[in-house]
């Protein structure tokens, strides 16, 4: 775990002089719509927060919000066993929404409908609904209730979206499609294909959408697409339908590739696509600091794609900030520590590359004076809404596990002196217990009252649930194991039966 961390903090150094000396400037983005993803199925933050950072997005250059609430909708009647504990009010939503106004952030809702439905089938009431019965990623497309229910789910969302232009229906990493007893029994019949599979089930929840509310076009990830033919796509309805969104967050995106899979998707009949970068989350399922290099070259790289297709190509960009990788997975970076690389990102966007008076830029908006991971852990962290925790959590990504490994395995008195050995048999020479005690007390003083500290400003943007599972994950083993040492040190130091032997 330390290992990773320190791997971090090297990435985050990453101002180097092939983005700020040599970008070139364009002056104009060419992506038309630029939305943020506001990821909530984890760590969802309170509405007083994005009161806070709305206009922020918005100075940056975002246009837009795209917003995947999973159990964080105020889903009603049958569908209320959807809800996270924490899940936003219709009124918040709806304040959520005039936030978004008052900022010119257009929102397009995120509804899953097909892959990653874990929020819905986990739940006993809706198993028999699961594409394999033992998964809860994917749901059956065969059965009729599963179009009933995602239709529901819709409705109810577009109910308190009225008027967006889109909805994002998902549709991305259906693991396990084909897999099923009624998808093994279909494919046997001639000419049946899990690509048709596929096909059939988006068209279906897009003729939904478009039955019900057609002023609203219907989104979807592309990687369900990406190696079904061209002349397949044609001959369905989906390029009708839906717009893909083609997304990979990688450093080193192929240019080229993501090109000519453009120029297929045109061929099959899509009128507009969409792009997909990362700003965070992207880099490892239990990430807490953002290595903002990465992200950095992922967006300079689909400045390079947009260059490469014709300017009537690309609707806009979605810079994704995943919080989970599924609904099942730990925290990866909190929001309020993934908002420099955020602001990096959408300035690249907006000018064209990472010259120095972007660099500048950047800094001003965030109200630091350097980007270097290692200047987070100050004030120097920056002035922007919620750069308190930034600052807060990269001292403890970066520090409170090392520190505890310097004292419990390489402290020459606890190593030499208090080994596992020692600390089983609760035998300790008295005279080093001077030399262990205080500096375990000194340690665990010193981060108890940053831990603190972070603890109240966690709870300032994040309900208690996400506090807790942040901290439990990622500040309370190390705690535990200064107080274990202490412990020990504390039974070793009482009288002891003599028992004639050597420990």
């Not at 048709?196 to 002023?215: G, I």
């Not at 040492?485 to 002891?496: K, N």
Request: a negative charge; glycine letters at 6%.
């Amino acid at each position: 775990m330390c290992l990773m961390q320190e791997e971090v903090s090297r990435q985050e150094v990453f101002l180097s002089h092939d983005f700020t000396k040599n970008s070139t400037m364009s002056g104009c983005s060419p992506f038309k719509m630029r939305l943020v993803h506001l990821d909530l199925k984890g760590a969802p933050p309170r509405v007083c927060y994005l009161s806070e950072i709305f206009p922020l997005f918005r100075a940056l250059g975002a246009n837009g919000l795209l917003i995947e609430y999973e159990d964080m909708f105020p889903y009603e009647g049958h569908l209320r066993l959807l809800r996270a504990k924490h899940a936003y009010s219709p009124s918040e939503i709806k304040e959520i929404l005039h936030l978004a106004t008052l900022n010119e952030l257009e929102v397009i809702p995120l509804v899953q409908t097909f892959g990653h439905m874990e929020f819905v089938l986990k739940h006993e009431a809706l198993a028999h609904l699961r594409e394999v019965a033992l998964f809860p990623n994917t749901l059956n497309p065969h059965k009729a209730e599963s179009l009933a229910l995602v239709g529901a789910m819709i409705d109810q969302v577009m109910a308190l979206h009225p008027g967006a232009r889109w909805l994002h229906i998902g549709c991305d990493e259906v693991y396990y499609l084909g897999e099923g007893e009624d998808s093994r029994q279909w494919l046997q019949q001639e000419p049946n294909t899990r690509a048709e599979l596929c096909l059939s089930y988006m068209e279906a929840v897009a003729s939904h959408v478009q039955a019900r509310h057609p002023t609203t076009t219907p989104l979807v990830w592309d990687d369900m697409l990406r190696d079904i033919p061209e002349d397949q796509l044609s001959a369905s309805r989906v390029p009708q339908l839906v717009e893909p969104v083609l997304w990979d967050y990688g450093a080193d995106l192929d240019v080229h590739s993501k090109a000519l899979l453009m120029e297929k998707y045109r061929k099959s009949g899509f009128s507009w696509l969409w792009a997909a970068s990362a700003f965070k989350g992207a880099t490892g399922a239990s990430q807490a600091l953002t290595p903002i290099e990465h992200h950095l070259r992922n967006h300079m790289q689909w400045l390079q794609v947009a260059g490469s297709v014709p300017a009537d190509t690309l609707q806009g960009i979605v810079l994704t900030g995943w919080q989970r990788y599924d609904h099942f997975s730990v925290l990866c970076e909190l929001l309020p520590v993934g908002i420099p690389s955020l602001a990096v990102c959408l300035q690249v966007l907006l000018h064209g590359g990472f010259a120095e008076n972007v660099k500048a830029r950047v800094e001003n908006f965030l109200g630091t004076s350097s980007l270097e991971a290692t200047d987070f852990r100050s004030e120097r962290a920056g002035s922007f809404p919620g750069s308190d925790i930034l600052n807060l959590i990269t001292q403890v990504s970066l520090h409170l596990c090392s520190s505890v490994d310097a004292l419990l395995e390489r402290d020459r008195y606890v190593t030499g002196w208090f080994s596992p050995y020692h600390r089983r048999r609760k035998f300790i020479h008295p005279v080093m217990i001077q030399h262990i005690q205080p500096q375990a007390h000194s340690l665990l003083a010193r981060w108890s009252v940053l831990v603190g500290e972070l603890e109240a400003a966690l709870q300032r943007v994040f309900y208690p649930d996400a506090v807790e599972e942040w901290l439990e994950e990622n500040v309370r083993p190390s705690l535990r194991r200064l107080q274990a040492l202490l412990q020990d040190l504390g039974e070793a130091a009482g009288p002891r039966p003599d028992s004639g032997q050597d420990p």
